[in-house]
């Protein structure tokens, strides 16, 4: 498979798509698996790309044209369709020679699990790396439906990995629940109903120098998006989130980021366009702050 299936972010023509002159990475890896209750995050991807091709690329709250930024896109990944853990390996094996490149790399899910195989080629880069991750669920359960790669293990694998702050999170099992109190991690996760007292300094001060940041679209409320498998009432709105991510490309230097579980809709095209504006606004933060 090619990069055709999903276009080029930012309508980049593909003669100007050039690996070594960019400075932004955008990696579609449309891959599902195990979603719980809706199928559809295979076409996030293409649904970010095609909403980012209509779309100033002015930012007014920086004052800073985007379109300065050389992005390359790359091509979708092969991955395995046998088992969930050679899934894993085939998107290790497509993302580490991405990440040596040394550019700021966005990825576009896809459902959630591939989060863990990317932080895995990530960290072996960038040794001091920490996980920012937005989310409705705490994706801690340390297997689901008889993986431990599920979507729903996600975070759990990635803690084995690198540690993780959590951000809105509003749903978990009792399972995850015991997990959180018996290795005493309740301290890094931010739940959303205590949102209005959030000391994001103290966020951002929890994190290490290296930051990647893993955010599932779920975080933030229905209202604004309603184009997600699971969504969970009393999330996170638009300039809430932005104060956040602010201060940590401001604090931190975030080497690469993923934007999961996008489930495209026919009667949501204002999901599409949120979720293709938040990848702008990475970019705008990295390259002008």
Sequence with gaps: MDNSNCGFFGGTCAKDNNLKN???LVVPVPYEASTSYMTGTKFGPGAIISASSFMESY?????????????YTADVPVISRDSMGAAMDDIKSFVSPLINEGKFTAFLGGEHSITPPIVESVAQRYKDLSVLHFDAHSDMRDSYEGTKFSHACAIRRTREICPVIQLGIRSMSHEESLYIKEKNIGSSIFYAKDLKSWDIDAIINS???NVYISFDFDAFDPSIMPSVGTPEPGG???????AILRKCFEKRNVVACDFVELMPSGGHFNADFLAASLVYKFIAYKFKL
């Design 22 to 24: 960019a400075d932004v």
């Design 59 to 71: 930012d007014i709250e920086l004052d800073y044209d985007i379109g300065k930024v050389a992005i």
């Design 207 to 209: 994190l290490t120098e």
């Design 236 to 242: 996170m709105l638009w300039y809430d989130t932005l």
